[in-house]
């Protein structure tokens, strides 16, 4: 509290220990060996739903049929898909499937746990990668997000954000930096044959 510039988040709470994880490097004898910490509540989120509702109201939603449902519950009409799912689903997750694919709308699944859910939308994201669609996957927790993330293939192209810290094991090679880093690190070792021989071009140039 005395120093509004340090930031960080609760990693983990033992007894009387409290373990903080900062935003950024922070220099030791700038915390106070005596202090209060404050919890910070963040307006974002708020800011970010308000900002949606204007969209909405605005009507220049990206997809202008949003309004009518949320509203009015008015939903397109639409005819499913014929295209099958690559790994065995049973009847109703099929169906499921098959409207993802072309319902111009919303589309709501609803099952008790252990029904195949999971499974389904894993199958709904393949599908539109390989369809060279973009699909945004978010959840309530980062493990919802994870299950689903496991569970696509290798070839598509899949872009993990969160916390470091909240992110599986498994799917912690996904994230952006650590994407960015193996990508600099190819490109280095590719071009570290030309490198080396501009590099004797622009020395013999020199002398």
């Known amino acids: 509290r005395d120093n509004q510039d340090i930031r960080g988040r609760v990693f983990s709470l033992e007894e009387d220990r409290l373990t903080v994880k900062f935003e950024e490097p922070?220099?030791?004898r700038s915390i106070p060996e005596q202090g209060v910490f404050e919890k910070s509540e963040s307006?974002?989120?708020?800011?970010?739903?308000?900002?949606?509702?204007?969209?909405?109201?605005a009507g220049v939603a990206q997809n202008p049929h949003l309004l009518p449902i949320l509203v009015d519950?008015?939903?397109?009409?639409?005819?499913?898909?014929?295209?099958?799912?690559a790994i065995g689903l049973n009847t109703a997750q099929?169906?499921?499937?098959?409207?993802?694919?072309?319902?111009?709308?919303?589309?709501?699944?609803?099952?008790?746990?252990g029904t195949g859910k999971t499974r389904t939308i894993a199958e709904i994201v393949?599908?539109?990668?390989?369809?060279?669609?973009?699909v945004l996957v978010t959840a309530k927790t980062h493990k919802a997000v994870d299950n689903v993330l496991e569970r696509l293939p290798s070839d598509l192209t899949v872009v993990r954000v969160?916390?470091?810290d909240r992110v599986s094991d498994n799917t912690r090679h996904l994230l952006l930096d650590i994407q960015a880093r193996e990508l600099q690190?190819?490109?280095?070792?590719?071009?570290?044959?030309?490198?080396?021989?501009l590099s004797d071009l622009v020395l013999h140039v020199d002398q």
Not at 47 to 52: E, H, L, P, R
Not at 73 to 85: A, K
Not at 126 to 134: A, C, K, N, P, S
């Open 26 to 28: 922070v220099d030791r």
């Open 43 to 57: 307006v974002l989120p708020f800011i970010i739903q308000q900002q949606a509702i204007d969209t909405l109201r």
């Open 73 to 85: 519950g008015v939903y397109q009409s639409y005819q499913p898909s014929g295209t099958r799912p």
């Open 94 to 113: 099929t169906k499921a499937f098959s409207c993802s694919l072309t319902v111009p709308d919303l589309l709501l699944v609803l099952g008790p746990p």
């Open 126 to 134: 393949r599908q539109h990668g390989v369809e060279h669609r973009r």
């Open 162 to 164: 969160g916390h470091e």
């Open 185 to 197: 690190k190819t490109l280095l070792e590719r071009t570290e044959a030309y490198a080396e021989a």
